[in-house]
RNA sequence: GGGCGGUUAGCUCAGUUGGUUAGAGCAUCUCGUUUACACCGAGAGGGUCGGGGGUUCGAGUCCCUCACCGCCUACCA
């Protein structure tokens, strides 16, 4: 392979469309991101989170999968056998919806079809349109095993469901029920808790007016729901509740229908609630249900799949439930039934596909048990095996399992895995087989059923860190590759799938399926709503793509993450990852424009041969402290911090300070210098971009291979991960830590002359005389060593470091640690404003030293703070009377 | 009803174990087109950390309490 070798003249202007679609080719071209199982390297696996085959990318993908690639592509440079898994999901009901509303436009719906068919276009239509988001994270930069992409309905992946099925349904652990279950009407299917979201709506309660048999009397019965009324098989009270004792046992007669129903007392009725009489409707209200298996009542169903009234309901029979509830309370209310209604506020369950509003009713299901498999999940986040960052989630998680409620895993759809059960109607026989039976196998006749429905998705979700790997054969990557290590999901998903994993993960491979679960924020709005479609707030990544690039998306995203906050985005805020972006860039075309010779290899510059200046020890010891902080940051999973370290040192610490000290060298005559000035920038610079290589895989590789750094290895991606020097390694080359700090008063001492300027007006191009009176004899030689650098900075005419200096006029004049800064200014001096300017600061530092007077005159303080604290104000109270004192000269002068 | 998160500069947010003058980006103001960069540079102004109470020599940082915003969870019909 051949990437060429030679540095070649960077364009003015990045432009970042072309540089990106090239390099993810290039990338695939060599299957850059393709692991193969190596017992020799450290495994690092993250699998996907995968999205659905109907998903389009949005913000919240954006931000899950750059986390991702972070997190893998560090690894990978560390040299671990990294590996990071895609995928999809088949999202059961939502790709049905799809198709069927496809098939609606053409008039049909998937009952005019065989099931076999419907399949067949179920498919057809994910071969077109499926791949849409693999397309999209590919543009994102995500650098995925793209050989290894999995799909929960692949055949590998169907065996793997199929085996989990029989398995727990051998142990007893899957069973059907006949149970009061989400339904959604519209979907026509049953749901999970955890896919039923329940929304703060204002209802009302309905008080109803029941008669009692034979009597005048009537109680009254408040509830949500009133069409359910007609599937009342009784009334319960408490039975401590004294106002209706004398009724349990008597019969009421339901309004309308003119049942007979009976009136019972059940430990469940809060007297305190309502009238104290519940209506009891066990097909449609999981309590009712409770208190009908108790009093051994039969449920009576009033309405069909559809949300529609049955027969059952009499003279409502056809109409919609919320049709229904309309007629009959006016009915009610014509026959003087109705005591009141009350506005009444409660949370309604809608379906999470379709937001039709849920409703609870009788349906014989199949069911997972989860508390066995719950408690050795529960285990293992609490003994810590499994960590979740931030770890807050814990107790979210443990709450959920420790409370945890069966699982109901059937759907009435087509698309999805089939659940394995047959049936054989001749001797009642039904079991679970891994293979299609002919036959059966008690009584050998031919003609059985396999079970209609299908299983929920995340049937296949909860088994994806090691469905992908091939399970539940023993593979060569389920070797290597399992457990996993860190899992990157929004909470929005912690019990769908996270928690799920974990008893998956526990149950069928006796390991945890990961160690890490790193929960991001949710992305929102700059007004804080989540980004939805209706609300049409939504930022497509792929524009911000188009408008900025991906390198710029990823890194806005990556700087406005904090640990699992939520994030806030508006278009201009990716502006900032753009700009950072164009200004690496800016920087790399300086050295270009600066180069005195062949391209450099960073790996192989030697600092022990140079005498290093102050300014490139200064700028090789914060590399160090960049990268330590970067990877430090990036171990806590503080993308953000790790992100900021190294905005921070480029753009301040390379391109302000050393780039800018870098032109008093190139400028200058002294060749070998500059040479040695190119070596430190290289080496410094091709670190930072590796560095930044996770979160900016682009631009950085764009620029590995701009400035030739590809004599070193052929692409970042292979090139070494950056070593956190310390001052021991740093040494090694004439390093001192005493010369870094000097580095630092150095650029405050700049800074206070470049105030200076400004304070006067003068332009660039007004070269000022300095003269720099230092705080000690030692400082003094370093500056004048140091000349060059200082002036240059400063954009001085002339600059004299004297020990004695004293101005003899009224000159302006700053402190800094290094001494007191002086500027020559010809031309007006408002004497008057520089003193009054000098006075309001001598305030500031008696106002510091009076704060540290009394502080350290506090016996407490001196007594009870550690030492080196109380040490520490010592110093600052000396520093401020030192400077006290120079403010009072410098005003003395002035006034004389 | 429970639980969690948030309330710090005009805006969006950092602030790890309590300890020098509370930070960043954007915005604002002033100056600036010396060949890296106006998607830029230099400089400046701006907050006492939601309210109240407490612990401590010392609190944005710990405890209590109140308020508001947001999220999750819950079978009170």
Redesign the pocket.
């Known amino acids: 392979m051949n990437w060429g070798f030679f540095m070649s003249e960077l364009p003015k ?1 990045y432009e970042p469309a072309g540089v990106e679609a090239k390099w993810y080719a290039k990338w695939m071209e060599e299957k850059a991101f393709h692991a193969v199982p190596d017992e020799t390297k450290e495994p690092w696996t993250i699998v996907i989170p995968p999205p659905n085959v109907t998903g389009i990318l949005h913000m919240g993908h954006a931000l899950n999968n750059t986390i991702q690639d972070v997190l893998i592509r560090q690894k990978r440079m560390q040299g671990k056998n990294a590996l990071w898994v895609p995928g999809t999901d088949h999202a059961g009901i939502a790709t049905q919806n799809v198709v069927e509303r496809k098939l609606a436009k053409e008039g049909k719906s998937r009952h005019d079809l065989s099931r076999d068919e419907f399949l067949k276009e179920v498919w057809a239509w994910k071969e077109e349109y499926g791949n849409t988001i693999v397309g999209q994270l590919k543009k994102l930069g995500s650098s995925c095993d793209w050989d290894r992409e999995r799909f929960t309905m692949d055949e590998g992946l169907s065996k793997a469901v199929v085996e989990v099925f029989c398995r727990l349904y051998d142990k007893k652990l899957i069973y059907r029920g006949n149970r009061i279950i989400n339904w959604c009407p519209r979907c026509t299917t049953a749901l999970s ?2 896919e039923s ?2 929304v ?1 709506t204002e209802g009302a309660l309905y008080y109803i007016r029941y008669a009692v048999k034979d009597e005048k009397r009537k109680i009254v019965v ?4 009133p069409e359910t009324m007609l599937g009342d098989v009784a009334v319960a009270v408490s039975p401590r509740d004294k106002r209706y004792s004398d009724l349990v046992g008597k019969t009421l007669i339901l309004p309308i229908i003119g049942r007979e129903i009976p009136v019972v007392a059940d430990e ?7 009238t ?1 009489c ?2 009891v409707t066990p097909a449609h ?3 009712d249900f409770e208190i009908g298996l108790r009093h051994k009542f039969s449920p009576i169903n009033v309405m069909d799949d559809h949300g529609v009234m049955n027969e059952a309901a009499g003279p409502y029979a056809g109409m919609d439930r919320f049709e229904c509830r309309k007629k009959l309370v006016e009915d009610l209310k014509h026959g003087g039934l109705i005591e009141k209604i009350d506005k009444h506020m ?2 309604v369950g809608h379906c999470y596909r379709c937001s039709t509003v849920v409703e609870p009713r009788l349906s014989p299901q199949w069911f997972v048990k989860m508390q066995p498999l719950a408690k050795p999940a529960i285990e293992a986040v609490r003994d810590g095996r499994i960590k979740f960052v931030p770890e ?1 989630w814990n ?2 998680y443990l709450d959920w399992m420790e409370n945890i409620r069966d699982w109901c895993i059937s759907r009435q759809i087509w698309w999805g895995h089939r659940i394995p059960v047959f049936y054989c109607d001749a001797c009642g026989y039904e079991w679970a087989s891994r293979e299609v039976p002919h036959d059966c196998p008690v009584c050998g006749v031919r003609d059985i059923r396999q079970d209609e429905d299908v299983l929920d998705t995340w049937f296949s979700s909860w088994l994806w860190p090691f469905s992908v790997f091939g399970w539940p054969e023993k593979t060569a990557d389920l070797k290597q590759f399992y457990p996993t290590n860190t899992i990157a999901t929004a909470p ?1 998903i912690l ?1 769908f799938w996270v928690a799920r994993m974990i008893m998956a993960g526990l149950e069928f491979m006796d390991e945890i399926p990961f160690d890490t679960v790193y929960f991001h924020g949710t992305v929102r709005d ?1 007004q ?1 709503r989540k980004m939805s479609k209706s609300l049409g707030n939504s930022i497509d990544p792929l524009n911000i793509i188009e408008k900025y690039s991906a390198d710029a998306l990823r890194f806005s995203l990556m700087m ?1 993450t ?2 699992g ?2 994030v ?1 985005v508006n278009d ?1 805020k990716f ?2 990852g ?2 950072f972006c ?2 690496i860039w ?2 790399a ?2 050295m270009q ?1 600066n180069a005195t010779g062949a391209p450099i290899d960073p790996d192989k510059v030697d600092f022990r041969a140079m005498k290093l200046s102050p300014d490139d020890q200064h700028l090789l010891a914060k590399l160090g402290e960049a990268i330590r902080n970067t990877e430090d940051s990036l171990e806590r999973h503080r993308f ?2 790790a992100a ?1 370290a190294m905005y921070d040192f480029m ?1 301040h610490h390379y ?2 300070w050393y ?2 000290y870098s ?1 008093s060298v190139f400028r200058g005559d002294d060749a070998q210098r500059k040479r040695e000035v190119e070596q430190v920038m290289h080496y410094v610079f091709s670190s930072a971009i590796r560095l930044l290589h996770p979160f900016i895989p682009f631009i950085t590789e764009e620029l590995w291979h701009g400035m030739g750094y590809n004599i070193a290895s052929e692409s970042i991606q292979t090139a070494p991960w950056p070593k956190a020097l310390s001052y021991d390694d740093l040494s090694a080359w004439g390093i001192q830590r005493g010369t870094v700090e000097y580095v630092e008063a150095k650029h405050d001492l ?2 206070v002359g ?2 200076l ?2 304070d006067y ?1 003068l ?3 007004q070269q000022a005389n300095f003269y720099i009176r230092p705080a000690q004899e030692r400082i003094g030689k370093l500056l004048c060593d140091d000349i060059a650098s200082v002036s240059s900075l400063l ?1 001085a005419g002339t600059i004299q470091i004297d020990r004695d200096f004293t101005p003899e006029g009224a000159m302006p004049s700053g402190i800094s640690q290094l001494g007191t800064v002086y500027m020559s200014i010809e031309g007006l001096v408002d004497t008057a404003a520089e003193i009054a300017k000098l006075k309001k600061q001598v305030e500031l530092v008696e106002n ?1 030293i009076t ?1 540290i007077t009394k502080k350290l005159s ?1 016996e ?2 001196v007594s ?3 030492a080196d ?1 109380v040490a ?1 104000e010592e110093k ?1 109270k000396a520093e401020l009377i030192e400077k006290r004192e120079k403010l009072q000269k410098l005003i003395e002068t002035l006034s004389a």
């Open positions: 202007n808790d955890e979201e329940h703060e408040a509830t949500t729901r469940f009725v809060d007297p305190n609630f309502g104290g519940v209506k209200d999981p309590n409660h949370a807050r107790k979210v929005e019990f700059d804080g406005l904090a640990t906050q939520d806030y201009e502006e900032l753009r700009n164009t200004k800016n920087a075309r300086f424009m953000n911090d900021l753009w391109c302000d780039v800018e032109k700049i800074r470049r105030t300027r400004t007006n332009t660039p191009k954009g510091g704060g506090n407490n303080f009870r703070a550690p604290v520490g600052r």
